[in-house]
């Protein structure tokens, strides 16, 4: 997901929990499907975060191999090779790409578990309210 879209998701979220007496039955029935989407984004990026965790470990693989066997240089041991690994351009990107991923699950990760407890609010609300109408 580019950086943009997640920023865009980030304030379409805040709109949609900003709660009041006026809309609170209105936003608890969106509530579900909207646990849905957050699910979809998490797992969405945690498949992304693998693959490109695996992309990364193959480069880095490749580029040990090339600074270890097919350099000029004579690198032997790996303290000696890894920062020429870390300082290769795109290795750098997928390990910033990386970075970006991970707060982005993170991210959603946390709006799954608050929108879970808010579910948990939502019926104490509409318990409370039956209570004070007199149907419990």
């Known amino acids: 997901m580019k950086h943009e879209d997640f920023e865009l998701i980030q ?3 805040v709109d949609l929990f900003k709660l009041s007496a006026d809309n609170l039955h209105e936003k608890s029935m969106h509530l579900p499907s909207d646990m849905v989407d957050f699910l979809n984004f998490y797992s969405d ?8 965790g695996t992309e990364r470990d ?4 490749q580029l040990y191999d090339f600074y270890r066997y097919q350099n ?6 790996l303290t000696e090779i890894e920062p020429y690994i870390k300082s290769n351009q ?3 990107e997928l390990c910033l790409q ?3 991923v991970e707060i982005q699950v993170k991210w959603f990760e946390e709006m799954v578990d608050f929108t879970k407890k808010l579910t ?16 419990l």
């Open 11 to 13: 304030k379409h979220t």
């Open 45 to 52: 990026g945690i498949r992304e975060l693998k693959r490109l």
């Open 58 to 61: 193959k480069l880095y693989g």
């Open 72 to 77: 000029n240089k004579s690198l032997k041991n």
């Open 90 to 92: 795109k290795y750098y």
């Open 98 to 100: 990386i970075s970006d």
């Open 120 to 135: 948990y609010h939502f019926g104490n609300i509409a318990t409370f309210e039956k209570m004070k109408r007199g149907e």
